[in-house]
């Protein structure tokens, strides 16, 4: 290993800390960017109050071909609903324009499974509107006319639902636009003996319009449902610009989540949720690697220093892969894989300072000692990481769910190591030596008596010549 000239290691020491503050900076900031913003890699890991971490429904779109603006605005109104609710924590995104997706953390962990299955199967229950015709019956009056079908459908003409009580009763306001006034006088107008029908997806309810004179909105009460917020909420989710496919609806548990997301529309929209569970865990690693940067330092000086600079561009770059990966599931897969990177890299890095040490100490020069050991310690650490990222191209060919997350995970790390060892590891060691003073330092080199007194004797019978 070759040292760099002063000047190339100072610009490269440059460089890398300040790949190292952008990686802090994506890491815990959100960015505001002219035509978008990014969502800081910490704030998109999703982690309520137990393993099971909530859960998440994934909808098929059915809209061929939906806008932007339309997904934004669906993302933005579901997530709307489920906050009004007492989720704080939700997490709303589309998946291209194929799906949307719903995550949730029980909130205050008092909500139960079954509740938060409920509510994730009511954003499926199906479009919101009002019409002169009652789907599931004849089009017919009793005279045998047909009635003209006028329908005003919620995610065109419905402003806002609210919920209010009078008279200890509770009732829910439908409020429309400019243009569904109108399209709402045109439904009272052509319905025949004074009746409409809310529809809901596949559920349709009369209601009667006698004595209607003001057309901005429409009230709803005695309905057959009994749980009047599930009703409005419905309605809501019911108006979004997009068709969701209800009846294919995928609902999981999650211990966690990383993802980029496609249509957040702030840097808030993607919540932190600390769990004991989470924190214990993670303080422990941290713990952990405190420790062993100690010993490594107490035993090889600044080398330590190369070690931990070498696992923190190993943890920006899997943050970073992962958070490219589209609900990617981690929970406790990314402890356990980033414990298998972090190992791999501090015992590739411990036993290639041992062996420069050793045979620094048989006479050879610091360029030579660097060269003999690197070539020792990186065939074994290759061979590991290639096993490791095999064995996990099997796993994921042959899982699914989180263990299909551990595969994942797994290979993301194995190939890391291997560049953080070939690429990483021996440019900062190079920076490192480079600098006068630090090359002995960095190792806490120091010769035995013997070897000390033969150097001051060559050194001597140079001069003497």
């Given at each position: 290993?070759k040292?760099?000239?002063?000047?190339?290691?100072?610009i490269?020491?440059?460089?890398?800390?300040?790949?190292?503050a952008i990686?802090?900076?994506?890491?815990y900031?959100p960015?505001?960017?002219?035509?978008g913003?990014?969502?800081?890699?910490?704030k998109?890991?999703?982690v309520s109050?137990?393993?099971?971490?909530?859960m998440y429904?994934e909808?098929?779109?059915?809209?061929e071909n939906?806008s932007?603006?339309?997904?934004?605005?669906s993302?933005?109104?579901?997530?709307?609903?489920?906050?009004?609710?007492g989720?704080?924590?939700?997490?709303?995104?589309s998946?291209?324009?194929?799906?949307?997706r719903?995550?949730?953390?029980?909130?205050?962990?008092?909500?139960?499974?079954e509740?938060?299955y409920t509510?994730?199967?009511?954003?499926?229950?199906?479009a919101?509107?009002i019409s002169?015709v009652?789907?599931?019956?004849?089009?017919?009056?009793?005279?045998?006319?047909?009635?003209?079908?006028?329908v005003?459908?919620?995610?065109e003409y419905?402003?806002?639902?609210?919920v209010?009580?009078q008279d200890n009763?509770k009732y829910i306001s439908?409020?429309?636009?400019?243009?569904?006034?109108k399209?709402f006088?045109?439904?009272?107008d052509?319905a025949?003996?004074a009746q409409?029908y809310?529809?809901?997806?596949?559920?349709?309810?009369?209601?009667?319009?006698?004595?209607?004179?003001?057309?901005t909105?429409?009230t709803?009460s005695?309905?057959d449902?009994k749980?009047t917020?599930?009703?409005?909420q419905?309605i809501?989710?019911?108006?979004?610009?997009?068709?969701?496919?209800?009846?294919?609806?995928?609902?999981?548990t999650?211990?966690?989540?990383?993802?980029s997301?496609?249509?957040?529309?702030s840097?808030?929209?993607?919540?932190?949720d600390s769990?004991?569970?989470?924190?214990?865990a993670?303080?422990?690693?941290i713990?952990v690697?405190?420790i062993?940067?100690?010993?490594?330092?107490?035993?090889f000086?600044?080398?330590?220093?190369?070690?931990l600079?070498?696992m923190?561009?190993a943890?920006y770059l899997?943050?970073?892969?992962?958070?490219?990966?589209?609900?990617?599931e981690l929970?406790?897969s990314?402890?356990?894989s980033?414990?298998?990177g972090?190992?791999l890299?501090?015992?590739?890095?411990f036993k290639?300072?041992?062996?420069?040490k050793?045979?620094?100490?048989?006479?050879?020069?610091?360029?030579?000692?660097?060269e003999s050991?690197?070539?020792?310690?990186?065939?074994a650490?290759?061979?590991?990481?290639?096993?490791?990222?095999?064995?996990?191209?099997?796993?994921m060919?042959l899982?699914f769910?989180e263990?299909?997350?551990?595969?994942?995970s797994f290979?993301?790390?194995s190939?890391?190591?291997?560049?953080?060892?070939?690429?990483?590891?021996?440019?900062?060691?190079?920076?490192?030596?480079s600098?006068?003073?630090?090359?002995?330092?960095l190792?806490?080199?120091?010769?035995?008596?013997?070897?000390?007194?033969?150097?001051?004797?060559e050194?001597?019978?140079k001069?003497e010549?």
């Open positions: 290993m040292k760099f000239n002063k000047n190339t290691a100072i490269l020491s440059i460089l890398m800390f300040v790949v190292l990686g802090f900076v994506f890491s900031v960015i505001q960017f002219k035509n913003k990014f969502v800081s890699l910490s998109t890991i999703n109050a137990d393993l099971v971490g909530g429904g909808y098929n779109i059915t809209t939906p932007e603006k339309d997904l934004i605005e993302v933005s109104l579901i997530r709307e609903v489920f906050e009004d609710d989720y704080k924590n939700v997490n709303v995104y998946v291209g324009n194929k799906k949307i719903i995550e949730l953390s029980y909130p205050n962990g008092v909500d139960t499974f509740t938060a509510k994730l199967a009511n954003v499926g229950t199906g919101f509107s002169t009652n789907p599931s019956a004849s089009t017919s009056t009793e005279t045998g006319e047909t009635t003209k079908e006028v005003l459908a919620g995610s419905v402003k806002e639902v609210n209010f009580t009763g439908v409020v429309f636009n400019k243009e569904g006034q399209k006088k045109e439904v009272c052509n025949a003996s409409i809310l529809i809901l997806g596949t559920y349709s309810q009369g209601i009667s319009i006698s004595g209607i004179e003001d057309y909105s429409l709803l005695n309905t449902w749980n917020i599930e009703l409005e419905k809501r989710l019911g108006c979004t610009k997009v068709a969701l496919d209800g009846t294919n609806l995928t609902i999981n999650m211990s966690a989540t990383l993802s997301g496609e249509s957040a529309s840097p808030s929209d993607k919540t932190f769990s004991t569970v989470y924190v214990i993670f303080s422990s690693l713990f690697v405190v062993m940067l100690a010993v490594f330092a107490i035993k000086g600044l080398f330590a220093v190369v070690a600079i070498s923190l561009f943890s899997y943050l970073f892969i992962t958070w490219l990966v589209p609900s990617f929970g406790l990314v402890i356990l980033l414990i298998v972090v190992s890299i501090y015992s590739y890095a290639f300072a041992q062996n420069v050793s045979e620094y100490n048989l006479g050879k020069s610091l360029q030579a000692a660097l050991s690197y070539k020792k310690s990186i065939v650490e290759i061979i590991t990481n290639v096993m490791l990222f095999l064995a996990s191209l099997v796993l060919a899982s769910g263990l299909a997350s551990v595969a994942i290979a993301i790390l190939a890391l190591s291997i560049f953080t060892n070939l690429c990483v590891i021996p440019l900062l060691i190079k920076i490192g030596i600098f006068k003073g630090l090359d002995r330092k190792f806490l080199l120091k010769k035995r008596k013997g070897l000390i007194d033969l150097d001051e004797d050194q001597t019978a001069e010549n």
